[in-house]
């Protein structure tokens, strides 16, 4: 049964869609199933994974509109080893068209429940806003992972994020979880983003990833080859920091599968 995370952060150029397609590509790596959803109407998800988002013949919209199953619309990254239920700006259309529908929120989480067995991780990729698709992505989710940059308004948009994920809590799905936060961007001799770091660190305690994601060329050139980083220089800082998240990543799922531990 995968376990379903939703990488999100209601501000954008944080390393959302970076931190998708790179840990899908590394949890395959570490021979794990892995689909990744991209619930953004851009689709920077979907042509960084390798998909040309102008060629698709059936989309994330489909799905969300109930013209597909799911099922018939998730296809494989090109030589990345995970698959992809790609998106592009007709996910806005689909967004419109659920406005007036009952159970709206839900739509994402009843399409991928066929699938979920076929999956070790599913990652959802959200868009930088709290719309009907990020509403969406929570409500299917086990649990959110936080990609953020060590800045000094990241604290002030993570204290909003933790808002609305209590109002997801409240609302649409109680059982949401914190899966972690990610440090992205991150440079170690800029003394701001360890002062940022440390009070992450006070405030989260263990939900802040060990592993973080240094700034790399090879992981901003990537995307315009269609590619994650492990296929396009696998030896980069930037493919590296990934893999070891993902490690990361599977090693508490495991540890709390065993102890069957919900903390957060
Ligand atoms: P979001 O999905 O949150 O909007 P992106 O993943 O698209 O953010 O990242 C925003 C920009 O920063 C992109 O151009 C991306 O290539 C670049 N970027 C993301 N992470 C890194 C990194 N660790 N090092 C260098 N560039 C990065
Ligand atoms: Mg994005």
Known sequence: MARIVAVTNQKGGVGKTTTCVNLAA????????VLLVDM?????????????KNELKVSGFDVLTRRQNAADVCTEAPDSGFDVLPANGDLTAAEVELMNEIGREHRLRLALKPITELYDFILIDCPPALNLLTVNALAAADSVLIPMQCEYYALEGLAALMGTIEQIQETVNPALKIEGLLRTMYDPRNSLTLDVSRQLNDYFGDRVYSAVIPRNVRLAEAPSYGMPALRYDRSSKGAISYLALAGEM?????SQQSEGAVAV
């Open 250 to 254: 599977v090693r508490r799922n495991g």
């Open 26 to 33: 590394s949890l395959a790596a570490t021979k794990r199933r």
């Open 40 to 52: 953004d109407p851009q689709g920077n998800a979907t042509m960084g994974s390798g998909l040309d």
